[in-house]
């Protein structure tokens, strides 16, 4: 059984950073490429990013320099760093497994979330 948890999540102040962390299990992790998502309250999911089994990261043409996605592949994890968050980015963070190793194969499970909260 496919299994992510994200975890990292919490309050925060604007300006600061922050390190979410996902840890899959039930699969072969190096095999797929992963993504990030967030939702924020009453908006659409938004996808953040992905990154190749190789560990290269691809961002959306909308991207913000402050979010970047590493994996560790010794450890099943996922990692999305963000800095100097915004009030803006208060949001339900994903971690979301594809299908395959292939680059463009769609997005097919997802964890439970971590709640990032950015206000002072």
């Known amino acids: ?5 994200e975890s ?3 309050l925060v102040q604007p300006g600061e ?9 039930g699969f072969s992790f190096d095999k797929f490429v992963m993504s990030w998502t967030r939702q924020a ?4 999911l938004e996808w ?9 990261p691809d961002y959306p043409a909308s991207a913000q320099d402050r979010f970047v996605i ?5 450890k099943n994890m996922l990692y999305l760093q963000l800095d100097s968050v915004r009030p803006e980015d ?3 963070y994903y971690c979301e497994k594809h299908e ?3 680059i463009y194969s769609p997005r097919k499970e997802r964890g439970r979330g971590t709640q990032v909260t950015v206000s002072s």
Not at 1 to 5: D, F, K, T
Not at 41 to 44: E, F, L, N, S, Y
Not at 48 to 56: A, V
């Open 1 to 5: 059984e496919v299994q992510l948890v």
């Open 8 to 10: 990292g999540g919490g």
């Open 17 to 25: 950073s922050l390190r979410l962390s996902c840890a899959a299990s």
């Open 41 to 44: 309250p009453g908006k659409a």
């Open 48 to 56: 953040l990013g992905k990154i190749t089994i190789g560990g290269t």
């Open 70 to 74: 590493s994996r560790d592949n010794v």
């Open 90 to 92: 208060t949001a339900m």
């Open 100 to 102: 395959s190793a292939h």
